[in-house]
């Protein structure tokens, strides 16, 4: 680790024993008997998921079947790895291609009956209609009741701590609960500077996932909005399930009544999101390039010219934080603005630690870290609010 760390390189499936082979090894094993176990597919598809699983196992990397509409591009994005073994390509790479291809095999891009179905809906609906998003929205009321800074800090932090609650993570990691939990960079005071110097502001957010990560940024961009802070909020959300749990348009549409139907504040929240949404205050987006395997520095011109009309992109999550800084072992005392000098807006990344890339440390806070036991980059209860103007 510390020897790849110096040279910054890119993040490889290979060696047993890392966190990147523990994803291909165990993770996703356990994921497509799930998704197998959680829908009564036809053998078609119990075929084409067994395959697959046989693949990542033992195999070399397939394509995609010859027809399907992103081909070009993925044959493209795969060059050089197709062919390969799942266990000496680019992590950031396979980890995308594999969910492509998880859809391929339960035929979400059809045709057929099964186009469209959200292989992982079942384990979002559960997580919507638990009792830890019913607590989570009790409390929005004893928020509602605190001082206006309190209230940003709490319901930033809200958005901040939602990323534990990644489907994919909980899968191999275990619900990480209320263990101790600690912000190892936290720019937020730089971040609301920003917005009252810029106010009123229009407010990008690039969401992760959905459930108990989107309600709490659903219901920071209702505050700016409602405080003022914010004229205009963007949501932009993945066009298709990814990432196992990575919120879809159906998802926010299933966050909001999940919300609309509690009592109090969130059913309020979700009548005032509902409103901003139709008078177009709120805009919810999809880009393609939201499941590309690749970093946002090579971000299409359309994308660039949309983001470039924020005053602030809040950038949620672990799997974007790669995506923004690149999927490399950097020094983790590289400082994120360096890495993200190409973003075309003032950028806000909320993340909880899941992966072992890490940059914008401090060198004190990384001595410290560095001498705990614990395993900070991947156990998900260390997190980071890095602000770059
Ligand atoms: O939902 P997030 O925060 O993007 O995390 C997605 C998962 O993908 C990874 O980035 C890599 O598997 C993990 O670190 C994380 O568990």
New binding site residues.
């Given amino acids: 680790m510390e020897k790849a760390e110096a040279s910054g390189a890119p993040v490889i499936t290979g060696a047993p024993g890392t966190f990147a082979w523990s ?1 291909l090894a165990e993770r996703h094993p356990a994921l497509i008997r799930q998704v197998r176990d959680a829908f009564p597919y036809p053998p078609g598809q119990q075929r084409a998921l067994d395959a697959l699983q046989e693949e990542t196992a033992h195999g070399l990397i397939q394509p995609l079947p010859p027809g399907a509409a992103d081909g070009a591009r993925w044959a493209a994005w795969g060059s050089g790895h197709i062919g390969r073994s799942w266990f000496e390509v680019p992590f950031l790479w396979a ?1 995308s291609y594999f969910y492509r291809r998880l859809l391929e095999a339960v035929g979400y891009f059809g045709p057929g009956a099964w186009q469209g179905v959200d292989p992982f809906a079942p384990f979002k609906r559960a997580e919507l209609n638990g009792s830890a998003v019913e607590g989570e929205l009790a409390a929005l009321d004893e928020v509602a009741r605190l001082p206006l800074a309190e209230q940003d800090h709490a319901l930033l932090g809200a958005a901040l701590w939602g ?1 534990r609650a ?1 489907l ?2 909980l899968i191999s990691a275990g619900d990480p609960g209320t263990a101790g939990t600690h912000v190892v960079a936290d720019d937020s005071a730089l971040f609301w500077r920003h917005l009252a110097d810029a106010s009123p502001a229009t407010v990008y957010l690039v969401a ?2 959905a459930g108990r990560e989107l309600i709490p940024d659903l219901v920071l961009l209702d505050h700016l909005l409602t405080t003022g802070r914010a004229a205009r909020a963007v949501l932009h959300v993945k066009p298709t399930p990814y ?1 196992v749990s990575d919120a879809t348009p159906a998802d926010v549409l299933d966050c909001l009544r999940r919300m609309a139907e509690a009592p109090g504040r969130a059913a309020e929240t979700a009548t005032r999101l509902w409103s901003a949404l139709t008078r177009g205050r709120l805009r919810l987006t999809a880009h393609p390039f939201s499941c590309a395997p690749l970093p946002y520095a090579a971000m299409p011109a359309d994308l660039r010219t949309d983001l470039a009309a924020a005053t602030v992109t809040v950038v949620k ?4 934080y ?1 995506r923004l800084v690149g999927d490399n072992l950097w020094p983790a005392t590289t400082p994120f603005a360096t890495l993200t000098g190409y973003f075309p807006s003032p950028l806000l990344a909320l993340r909880t630690l ?2 072992d890339v890490a940059v914008g440390l401090t060198p004190a806070t990384l001595a410290t870290l560095e001498s705990d036991p614990t395993p900070w980059r991947t156990a998900g209860t260390h997190a980071v609010l890095h602000f770059r103007p």
Avoid: W
């Fill in positions: 994803v980890e990323n990644d994919g993570f992760d996932n990432y999550g672990d799997l974007n790669r899941k992966c």
